[in-house]
T-cell receptor, first 116, second 113 residues
Framework: GAVVSQHPSWVICKSGTSVKIECRSL??????MFWYRQFPKQSLMLMAT?????????EQGVEKDKFLINHASLTLSTLTVTSAHPEDSSFYIC????????????FGPGTRLTVL | GEDVEQSLFLSVREGDSSVINCTYT??????LYWYKQEPGAGLQLLTY?????DMKQDQRLTVLLNKKDKHLSLRIADTQTGDSAIYFC?????????????FGSGTRLSIRP
């Protein structure tokens, strides 16, 4: 099956610092990856669509200067939370689109970010 | 607008069937999904159904789709303790799963002995 990894699985940082989260498709190439945010006991909210070699498409209300997305290769997308604040604490989940007979999104295990 | 709704909790006895229901508002959905999330983990795609299908069965899982009522259900036969998780219903807009996925709030399934 398709495997998507995220690194780190959890991170604690001080307010004002930046944190980078990696999303990798391990056994397939993904032109498109997605970044989601999940608050405790809530659903996933799509933050942005990451496209290899081009700019990410952000959902309404998501600050692109705060959540920097780079999709530099067909197997790696990164999300950088810049100048993190406690309200940015959340569970961040990525997915990678495997294109084929049936296009399917495969999800990573998530990264729990805690900002002190 | 786009909206997917689910009940928040479901409790079933081990060995019984679980039925998790979902309603959605956008009739242009082309793919409908069920995902499973275990505590502290990411999402696992359980199954999906195309909007032109009424039913899909995969081992213990049965998905029923009523397009007229915009109602989707997931039935888990012979529910086991390992089925305890949050189950998300989701819909995809557009013509492929490359399109944006809208998730429901999730149904927490608990199993009692």
């Amino acid at each position: 099956g398709a495997v998507v990894s995220q690194h780190p699985s959890w991170v604690i940082c001080k307010s004002g610092t930046s944190v980078k989260i990696e999303c990798r498709s391990l056994d397939f190439q993904a032109t498109t990856m997605f970044w989601y945010r999940q608050f405790p006991k809530q659903s996933l909210m799509l933050m942005a669509t990451s496209n290899e070699g081009s700019k990410a498409t952000y959902e309404q209300g998501v600050e692109k200067d705060k959540f920097l997305i780079n999709h530099a290769s067909l197997t790696l997308s990164t999300l950088t939370v810049t100048s993190a604040h406690p309200e940015d604490s959340s569970f961040y989940i990525c997915s990678a689109l495997r294109e084929g007979t049936t296009d399917t999104q495969y999800f990573g295990p998530g990264t729990r970010l805690t900002v002190l | 607008g786009e909206d997917v709704e689910q009940s928040l909790f479901l409790s079933v006895r081990e060995g019984d069937s679980s039925v998790i229901n979902c309603t959605y508002t956008d009739s242009s959905s082309t793919y409908l999904y069920w995902y499973k999330q275990e505590p502290g983990a990411g999402l696992q795609l359980l199954t999906y159904i195309f909007s032109n299908m009424d039913m899909k069965q995969d081992q213990r899982l049965t998905v029923l789709l009523n397009k007229k009522d915009k109602h989707l259900s997931l039935r888990i036969a012979d529910t086991q303790t390992g089925d305890s998780a949050i189950y998300f219903c989701a819909e995809s807009m557009g013509y492929s799963s490359a399109s944006k996925i809208i998730f429901g709030s999730g149904t927490r399934l608990s199993i009692r002995p």
